[in-house]
């Protein structure tokens, strides 16, 4: 996935950590005004074509949350 277009994407910003016993592994954090754009872009066929030409291998958990 190219992070710089998700971070583009992300309305509110964006922030991409890596494990620290696994660099493979990373979290994408990205901010949006509303869940409805997030879940768009979670749903999008833009998406799963940049997960696939990046080679992801699987994706664990896409969850939505509430800034507090």
């Known amino acids: 996935v ?3 277009q998700l971070e583009k994407q ?3 910003g964006a922030q991409v950590l ?3 016993d696994n660099p493979n592994e990373i979290v994408i954090i990205l901010k949006y005004e509303t ?3 997030a879940r768009a872009l979670a749903q999008s066929e833009d998406l799963r074509n940049a997960m ?3 080679d992801v291998n699987s994706v664990s958990d896409v969850i939505f949350v509430n800034e507090i």
């Open 2 to 4: 190219n992070i710089f």
């Open 10 to 12: 992300a309305d509110q």
């Open 18 to 20: 890596q494990k620290v």
């Open 35 to 37: 869940v409805e754009k």
């Open 52 to 54: 696939q030409r990046a």
